[in-house]
């Protein structure tokens, strides 16, 4: 919401008092939303592991249409969870390898 002067100047401009908002970007990952197979697709997972990501709280379901029963992902929270998920696997592995080379078990 602009402040009283920002409305004032606007206005004393001859421009409208709010300033006009712009269309969410379609290409944008912040904005875009995926269903569960859109998702997969995304993140180069099978639809399952999405589900798991969802119940283990990895990404959440955006509320969209209560008509519809079927979740709605944001791409960005996907590709993020993608992300951080690959990077726990490797860490993971390096420690493995780390604990096999110093001959613990």
Do not use: F, N
């Amino acid at each position: 919401m602009p402040t009283p002067e920002a409305k004032y100047l606007r206005t004393k401009c001859g421009l409208p008092g709010e300033a006009p908002t712009l269309p969410p970007d379609p290409d944008d990952p912040a904005t875009v939303l995926l269903s569960t197979e859109q998702a997969a697709a995304a993140a180069h997972v099978d639809p399952e592991v999405i589900r798991q990501w969802a119940s283990r709280r990895l990404i959440l379901p955006v509320p969209c249409d209560p008509a519809s029963p079927a979740p709605r992902y944001r791409e960005l929270d996907v590709l993020d969870a993608e992300v951080r998920t690959r990077r726990e696997r490797r860490l993971k592995a390096l420690i493995d390898e780390a604990w096999a080379q110093a001959g613990m078990p």
